[in-house]
């Protein structure tokens, strides 16, 4: 039961630090890179039920990005699969964005925001996760 608790506990701390990157990116899309380089101009958003969509797949994938790094990290502190766990899921996060129709008018800027922004937000949870973990907030998963 404990496992499950600290389990959740990172998901938590995971969905809410990339549904504040989230926010912070749109912003970032809608007000400044959107308005003023035309050729991101399909990153403009307004509040529609896209947005709402990719808000909740966006914090949803952090809650599982959470509980997944909790176990990622165990005790060996190994870089490699910390990297590897930001990166599989900033491109999963990436590949949802295409699915549900993002229009790049044939230009491939976009697309390379759009995964450098997932990139950063995965890489933001992964250093709240890392400070938490540290701070004794979430207790690593222990080995049996």
């Not at 809410?16 to 990153?43: H, M, P, W």
């Not at 990290?73 to 491109?91: C, E, H």
């Not at 800027?109 to 890392?130: K, M, R």
């Amino acid at each position: 039961m404990a496992e499950r608790i600290e389990s959740l506990k990172a998901g938590i701390i995971g969905g809410l630090s990339v549904c504040f990157a989230f926010a912070i990116a749109n912003l970032l899309n809608t007000l400044v890179l959107a308005k003023y380089f035309q050729i991101l101009a399909s990153l403009h958003s307004d509040v529609n039920w896209h947005l709402l969509v990719s808000g909740a797949i966006a914090t949803f994938t952090g809650f599982l990005f959470g509980v997944t790094y909790r176990y990622i990290i165990r005790s060996d502190q190994n870089p490699q699969l910390k990297a590897g766990g930001v990166l599989a899921f900033g491109l999963v996060r990436g590949l949802t964005q295409i699915e549900l129709g993002w229009n790049f008018n044939s230009t491939i800027w976009p697309f390379l925001v759009l995964a450098a922004e997932s990139l950063l937000w995965f890489t933001l949870a992964a250093i709240a996760l890392d400070i938490a973990i540290q701070l004794r907030w979430v207790k690593p998963f222990s080995s049996i």
